[in-house]
């Protein structure tokens, strides 16, 4: 999913750097379209190559897979699941949405970068938030998914500090504390695993899907807005909502703690 941030911002700064602002509004916002487009069509075949999980193989040896409507399986069976998947979508959803979407914005609106400098940017961060969630899952491998969350619960503002810090008080960093911020959102890569954890084989698409593009869709179009809205009394307001949701990441290992099961329990 992170590289394929990485794709878009790459293909936005290849469009910035050889096309006019009217070149752009004439035909040029058609051309990332297109390529998606061919690339979903590979992202179809490539999924006809997958094969299913172990445990899936062994439910369905055992003619164990779930019949009639897993959600409602889900919905009477698993509530205990959905408030922290939920919650720990909007968290993901957090670092998502300031290192991809509002800071390339506000790089451009509020500081006065050129849109071609804010896309490679943001390209770096995208970077660097690939490698945090490539660590993340190494780290929870390694230490479990609850120790992982508390420990990118608690990086995620401070990296999210650093880049505003830089571009309020101008100490000329953006490079750096931009990688800083897409290495300390590895809590993106911590998430999934929880989620796995959360609910069993049998109702498990059902009960991510259900949690994961809900909050989801909701999180990620409303609250940029609300941002965006409080940004020009202070543009502190991001590391504040940062700090927010890092919280509520801690909140959630804390409060669900016998909920998120070690990777080797997961069943």
Do not use: K
């Amino acid at each position: 999913m992170t590289f394929g941030y990485l794709l878009g911002a790459l293909v936005a700064t290849a469009l910035a750097r050889s096309l006019t602002a009217e070149q752009m509004l004439d035909y040029g916002w058609r051309l990332p379209f297109l390529l998606g487009g061919l690339f979903g069509v590979l992202g179809v075949w490539l999924r006809r190559l997958l094969s299913e999980t172990p445990v899936f193989l062994a439910m369905r040896e055992r003619r164990e897979a779930m019949a009639g409507l897993p959600l409602a399986q889900v919905l009477r069976g698993h509530r205990a699941s959905l408030l922290p998947a939920v919650l720990l979508t909007c968290v993901l959803t957090t670092a998502v949405v300031i290192l991809v979407v509002l800071t390339p914005t506000l790089m451009q609106q509020r500081f006065g970068l050129a849109a071609a400098d804010t896309f490679a940017l943001s390209s770096l961060g995208i970077v660097f938030l690939n490698i945090g969630c490539v660590l993340a899952g190494l780290l929870v491998d390694r230490v479990g998914p609850r120790r992982a969350l508390l420990l990118y619960s608690l990086l995620l503002p401070l990296g999210t500090l650093a880049l505003y810090g830089d571009l309020i008080l101008d100490w000329g960093l953006t490079g750096p504390a931009y990688a800083l911020a897409g290495l300390c959102s590895g809590v993106v890569g911590v998430v999934p695993s929880v989620m796995v954890g959360l609910f069993p084989a049998q109702v498990r698409v059902s009960g991510i899907s259900l949690t994961y593009n809900l909050a989801y869709a909701l999180w990620a179009s409303l609250t940029p807005l609300a941002v965006l809205a409080l940004v020009p009394d202070s543009a502190w307001v991001l590391p504040g909502y940062s700090l927010l949701m890092g919280l509520v990441g801690i909140a959630c290992a804390l409060a669900w703690r016998s909920a998120i099961l070690p990777q080797a329990e997961f069943q």
